[in-house]
């Protein structure tokens, strides 16, 4: 493709000199790579820290109920705020991994892949379930939706099975 000054041979406006310089900087697939690179690491990262807003709120809410009235600690509330503070360090966790691009020291990953076989596992079982449900209550919009679900849940668990089963190289890069 020809750049906007071979063809006139002069920028004609200030446009076409912003132009003729960003035809002068080599776009080549690198840096394309690099670009979409990042912007799916700050699209997860800021999609698990949305994730993570949601057990960090019940958290506080919960430890300023109880400062204002320590009556309301009780068993309940005492799993309520260890669970939703090991959830909101796992998935600030993620966001900080996918953020910063360093993943597992052994393979580079977010998580383990035991662990996304797990996560597919709940995820196809789920699919399972709407697609059941679906069919018990004749909608055939959520049988298929549910369907799609478990094959989702299946590849990504046969994807980490694969990568279970690789031989650990490091991280990449």
């Known amino acids: 493709m020809r750049r906007p000054s071979q063809i006139s041979g002069e920028p004609t406006s200030k446009l076409g000199a912003q132009l003729e310089l960003c035809w002068s900087v080599n776009l080549g697939p690198d840096v394309l790579a690099r670009v979409t690179t990042i912007a799916v690491r700050f699209l997860g990262g800021g999609i698990l820290c949305v994730f993570a807003f949601a057990p960090?709120?019940?958290?506080?809410?919960?430890?300023?109920?109880?400062?204002?009235?320590?009556?309301?600690?009780?068993?309940?509330?005492?799993?309520?705020?260890?669970?939703?503070?090991?959830?909101?360090?796992?998935?600030?966790?993620?966001?900080?991994?996918a953020f910063s691009g360093h993943g597992r020291k052994k393979d580079g990953g977010l998580l383990p892949p035991l662990v996304i076989q797990g996560f597919a596992v709940a995820f196809s079982g789920i699919g399972a379930a709407v697609s059941a449900f679906g069919l018990y209550a004749g909608h055939w919009g959520a049988v298929c939706g549910g369907l799609f679900e478990f094959l989702a849940g299946v590849s990504v668990f046969q994807l980490a099975s694969a990568r279970r089963k690789r031989p650990s190289q490091g991280p990449p890069g």
């Open 56 to 97: 960090a709120w019940m958290v506080y809410h919960g430890v300023a109920d109880a400062v204002a009235n320590p009556r309301t600690i009780d068993g309940t509330w005492l799993i309520a705020v260890v669970l939703c503070s090991a959830l909101t360090y796992f998935l600030l966790l993620l966001a900080y991994r």
